[in-house]
């Protein structure tokens, strides 16, 4: 922490499944004092799933925050906060998808929120998909299409695709491998 900021104090407000609330006593310049929020995340893994067609495998899921579905990149909370994040998205990748990959090379790391959020989500690439089956979670409704970046690049230029870590991954992918592939 810098010498003109210091935590006080760090109070848990609310404990949840994937993450935790608190209120922060912050000391400025050492003459007053802020309450800050954090919320404390365990961290998570997505995947940019590529057909042997050169699509992205997309999934369209319905998000209650935003009140409507959405479009994105399988992806998944870490199941615990030492997990290696490529060990979350070959499962995110199989439990959303239906596939598998043996060929995950990490893409980039994100970090959300970073006024108030710890969350860095690792981003993978999965090539040579292999047929396996869906694992969806009992609260999970998850259809799939495939698209090529052309056309997720438009989605997200249009508004259509405004989940961040989605728009950083394919953005990221077109950049690495799209004049190429």
Known sequence: MSDKIKR???ELKFKGKIIDFYQDTMEINGDHTVIWDFIKHKGAAAVVPVCPDGKILMVRQYRNALERYTLEIPAGALDEADEPGINCAARELEEETGYRSEKLEWLINLRTTVAFCNEKIEVYVA???????????????IELKTYTIEELKEKIFSGEIEDAKTVSALLAY???????E
């Open 174 to 180: 077109d950049t690495r491998y799209g004049k190429g």
């Open 127 to 141: 090539r040579d998909l292999i047929p396996s089956r869906q694992h969806l979670d009992e609260d999970e409704f």
């Open 8 to 10: 006080l104090n760090r």
